[in-house]
């Protein structure tokens, strides 16, 4: 059994909590939230406790392991205090948006010796892991081509998006751990190009909604990442596998496997999954069990930090060459 | 909050356990089953108390309602004192393998008022919901016919099927209520044809394990259900809608959403999903909450026990126009 | 080469005409239509002569072969007339509305030795050919059940289809010719039901619009038949083919491979082909070519006279198992 | 009625003349090939008569027209002889792989004024059309993204390549033509990557065989096109087109509408059309068709050479960008 203190009570925050509950080796027991509201909300779903601190709930020594679901730039700070506390920590992602300060942390915490797990549940997802799966065990034969889709449903409000980090740092960071999770191995060439074409305000935060990103790995293979902050059919999360004996796409998903056959068309399916907790519920689910589990049977963690650094590493890639209109290059 | 007592932990009723916890609105008080130490198993990992006897749970005035998950042959009985209890009901398919049984039942209960829900999960399939829905509120017209195959994975030993009641009022049941909850009228003439083509010790015990079988409703409508104990490809479950203006088709379900393309092959997907209680999760979930809303709501609750003595009826009907090669006719 | 006569200049066989003329090793010679200006039509477009009389044609000896695409009443008097002739025939399916009729042509012509094909297109389509391969060389395993939905884009109007010979004879012989060619036996029982649902006038000229029909083959396998006059999205032709090891599947077909994802709708894709002629073009051409080939090479060709008395028996039982509403039975 | 000359007798040749002969309005009155027996066989097939020479059908005032089907470096001194001979021309992609020879070409010809249709087959498919089409018409609401997947079902020897041009002007020209087809205006920004993982021996003549190319247009549109010269799985060929409406995707095609379940797999389809005559049938059709009636009713003909020269800029442009490692910036 291994009990959890729960940091951030919001949208994520709550999901986690669920199924935190809902597994067979995992217990709530504290949950903490700047909004308390919130974190009492979960408290009483859950039978958790609202812990009165950070530190509170970190000094409590039947604590095993943090989820820590709070706003990006709280993050290192508590991902520092619990790994000095020795808990386990399992992080959403990013780990900041400022890769000076994620060495930073990598460094406070070098010996603390605890496992951290990054929140990259995509990786989880049944249908992207077999895709990489596929590119792993030799089913596409040799890799050689990765092709990555990724739409959000719907634009946040530019005002919002302000404080994002950026489309490379805040959104398609996920796809770059897609990218290197497929891989298995680096990327040392990017080059981005991006445009305002879904709301032209975006360009006044100094940002883009939509972008096409190529890149090529340590051993020459090419791959490709176009995303949009916006895409009226739903949430469009698609991976494609291509090697020397064959393709293999994750392709998107619908709620039902409803037909529908009309006078003007055929082959009519609804809309995708329009909501990220949808679409990625099992993955959520997955991401979790196998944290509790590894952490459970002292075996490593993944995603790791170092996953989570070097994602971001390309995400700064990605958004210097798009800022200088040149190809960057990465050594490792 | 409605308390239940649950009858039966097998497979089916471990599920319902599982699903009366996660419930906001639900709590499950009390399991037993005739084996004890699957009532304990289900205990413990739900916090449910095991009782003594039926009696024993249905004396409690906490408890609301009942969950009827044992055997078939002893629904009747468990439906009788429930109801006498004054408990709501929601009982496994098929109420009893005999239609006298049902309907002396029927009468038995007649003046007892509480909601009896019996347990055609499919008709909360969200992909066969909406094909219904599409007869139902004119989407392909008017509703002409309604094609629904049914096949299981694979087919249990012969020696478990000897007290099956035959593959119409066994398994075919769910699609003869499927068909009539699609209708939304009721079959006057129906016609069965069968064959033991999976394996042929089946007719050792009279029975069959491949059917078709074709119907019409009372305004004409034409219906076919064809069957088959074994598909090896998993749990072929389609219905398919047709009307004046167009059709629509409830299809199989993969686990995933991978497509692959190799040397020889393209567009492959992976095995459809091999167990009911995979393909019909979402449908056993949307049941138990229907079931739960209603009753708190005092609305009735649906399918009803009539449902289930009909669906019963067409079964009887279907072996016996097997058995005499005649077609057979209904009035209601 | 083969050197063709053709009677009946109307839509197939001008349609045969251009076949004839685009193949390396056939030439139309001759057509006649008892309308002179269709014959002058396909005569001015492939250099064919127009025929003074079907005898000024069949007395030309450098005339291998006819093609009889005139209407049904009159291709009995045509296969005779040609038979005696001496010309391989490949005549448009049905071979007359009346079986008697059919036999008496046979025992006319028993002696002339010539190849006759029945024109059932549907065995060439690549698809269909693919799922009636299926059955034949085991990949599907041991033939179980045989699924065929058959459905008009539109329906003709009822004063036409007085004298079409009923949906059976006229419509549905080619899913009986389809059975018969998957199944490679006969069928033994067979049970039809029909409704008019499409309009209700065809009950004025003693037909249906709508039907289901289930047959059982002399070993047991099951045999389902779904047919509308009218399907507002296309023609709908589907074949399915289960079995001890799988499931084949010839799908519908649209003209494009486009597929568009709207705000409300995903995976949409164009209407069905709407023409006999669209969905069935590459079996047209492919029936024309393997008549060509073994004509030729002097082999049998393929459906023979045999089989298309053999579909009409199945028509016949069809419309008599719907006249009577019993069940009837056939040995051969 | 337009009388041709086809210049060329080799695989693309013979089917242009066979398109030529089956048309109503075009009759292909000359063959020339420098390989004579070609030029015997086509005109034995078709009765058109082998030409002495080029200057030999293009002196006859008869030819109306010229299809210019030969090997690329003759592309351009026939098109110069043929529009000083005032014929019209249709003539294969690439004009020549030097794009100051085409600039000299245009120069030389310009006071012609003859209509010259260049071979982007491509833009005729009907699938690839409605995709352009969705674009055009507003159906995926503003353009936004296009994505253009181009992989050969497999590779010609690197002996033959060596004279190809390199894979951007050879093969990947098509999508080019695609993009700029879609898009209506023109790319400004051009970045491309390119990797040997097919055959490493590619490298040894200055080539690669997998690339991946990152557009933004005009008004910032973003497009990317990834290509490769092996796809085991058939000839890959896709056109996605997204918008601020929705997504319109031209999806490969296989030859049949087959859909096998087995035991391991479902949904499984026949591999993709493995050759370009195959899949591009109805394209090599639409465009003769086009060009005819466009020639006969004096109509301008497009694509037009100045779409082929652009084209080939685009190609220079991801040539130089691989080869620079820089992204290329272009001015109209």
Chains 1, 2, 3, 4 share one sequence.
């Not at 709070?70 to 205090?81: A, C, E, F, M, P």
């Not at 089913?139 to 998006?161: C, F, H, N, T």
């Not at 796809?175 to 080059?191: C, K, N, P, S, Y």
């Not at 739903?234 to 409803?258: A, H, I």
Request: glycine letters at 8%; proline letters at 3%; one cysteine or more.
């Amino acid at each position: 059994m291994l009990n959890f203190a729960l940091f951030g009570a919001g949208r994520i925050g709550k999901m986690h909590a669920q199924n935190l509950q809902a597994f067979a080796h995992s217990n709530l027991k504290y949950v903490y939230d700047v909004y308390a509201p919130a974190a009492q909300e979960v408290a009483k779903a859950t039978g958790a406790k609202v812990a009165a601190s950070v530190e509170d709930a970190l000094s409590d020594p039947e604590v095993d392991a943090v989820l820590i679901a709070t706003s990006t730039d709280t993050h290192v700070d508590l991902i520092i205090k619990a790994a000095k506390a020795g808990k386990a920590i399992l992080c959403e992602k990013p780990i900041d948006l400022d890769t000076v300060t994620v060495n930073a942390c990598m460094e406070e915490i070098k010996d603390c010796n605890v496992p951290i797990q990054i929140g990259f549940n995509r990786r989880f997802d049944p249908s992207h892991g077999a895709a990489a799966k596929a590119a792993h065990d030799g089913s596409v034969g040799k890799l050689e081509q990765v092709i990555i889709s990724s739409r959000d449903p719907g634009m946040a409000p530019v005002e919002y998006l302000k404080s994002s980090g950026g489309i490379f740092r805040d959104m398609i960071i996920h796809d770059f751990d897609m990218a290197r999770f497929i891989l298995g191995e680096e990327v040392v060439e990017i080059q981005a190009f991006g445009s305002a074409l879904v709301d032209e305000k975006i360009t006044e935060i100094g940002d883009v909604d939509s972008v096409m990103i190529n890149m090529k790995s340590q051993s020459g293979r090419l791959i490709h990442i176009n995303g949009s902050r916006r895409a009226t059919y739903g949430y469009d999360q698609r991976v494609e596998v291509f090697g020397s004996e064959g393709m293999v796409l994750s392709d998107n998903q619908t709620p039902t496997s409803v037909v529908r056959y009309n006078t003007d068309t055929t082959g009519v399916k609804d809309p995708l999954f329009n909501f990220f907790i949808d679409r990625y519920g099992a993955a959520y689910n997955l991401q979790l069990t196998a944290f509790i589990e590894n952490v459970l049977a002292k075996r490593p963690v993944s995603p790791s930090f170092e996953d989570g650094r070097r994602a971001q590493i390309l995400a700064d890639a990605a958004q210097k060459s798009f800022d200088t209109g040149e190809k960057v290059s990465l050594s490792w």
